[in-house]
């Protein structure tokens, strides 16, 4: 994502990739800084996973509460799963987005098979902030919402997921922009590569290779009789 072949789409969507790139630098001076899990938090997350992985937790469920994160989460399982699913090892990522898959996913993740934990991505201000709007009648029953933000109403989301999936047998991590910004988006983008890359490592896998992938392409390009080069 921090090459040109990324830059690209990130910039016509209207990002200020200058901003996004100085975020993604500044990530790794302090990356670089020491490998201590004290003061290296991409090093600490990527211990997590592993150690969760050798516990049994197989899969890697990663919700975020903003709708705006449906991307970066769609781009972070193709890290993940390109990186790390080698040599019969490697996380399955997979994502949510709360509180829609609540819904849908919660009872599941709630008193399913015990082989996933959870990573929340949160974001501690939005760059707007919405509030619940006030009516003379409470109809339908949601009049103690009445004034409240919904940032505020997210972050007692979470917080109740969190616990409850923890009372259930689901560890979960939490990882926390300051704001929706290009500059802590490129701050995300470079901890999630660092990593995700370390996570590899310690599985005894090559994160910066994909053989698996050629496999499929092969089978599709002969069945779509594609000319040998």
């Known amino acids: 994502m921090l090459t040109s072949a990324g830059l690209l789409p990130i910039a016509i969507a209207g990002i200020d990739i200058r901003d996004f790139m100085d975020g993604a630098l500044m990530a790794e001076k302090e990356l670089t800084k020491s490998s201590d899990l004290s003061e290296n938090t991409a090093y600490l997350y990527a211990a997590y996973r592993h150690l969760f992985f050798q516990k049994g937790k197989t899969i890697e469920l990663m919700a975020a509460f903003h709708s705006s994160f449906e991307y970066v989460l769609e781009w972070w399982k193709q890290l993940a799963g390109e990186s790390e699913g080698k040599g019969g090892k490697g996380i399955f990522p997979s994502s949510a987005r709360y509180t829609t898959d ?101 599985s005894g896998v090559n994160p910066f290779d994909q053989p698996g992938v050629e496999f499929y392409k092969r089978n599709m390009f002969r069945l779509l009789n594609k000319p040998s080069q």
């Open 102 to 202: 609540l819904h849908s996913l919660g009872q599941l993740v709630q008193e399913g098979t015990r082989n996933l934990f959870e990573t929340f991505l949160l974001v501690e201000k939005s760059s707007k902030i919405v509030e619940i709007g006030r009516s003379n009648s409470d109809r339908d029953g949601l009049g103690y919402l009445e004034g409240k933000s919904l940032d505020f109403i997210n972050e007692k989301a979470y917080k109740g997921s969190a616990t409850a999936h923890l009372e259930g047998g689901v560890p979960n991590l939490a990882i926390t922009l300051k704001e929706r910004s290009a500059h802590n988006l490129g701050q995300l983008f470079y901890f999630f590569e660092r990593a995700v890359a370390m996570t590899g490592y310690l």
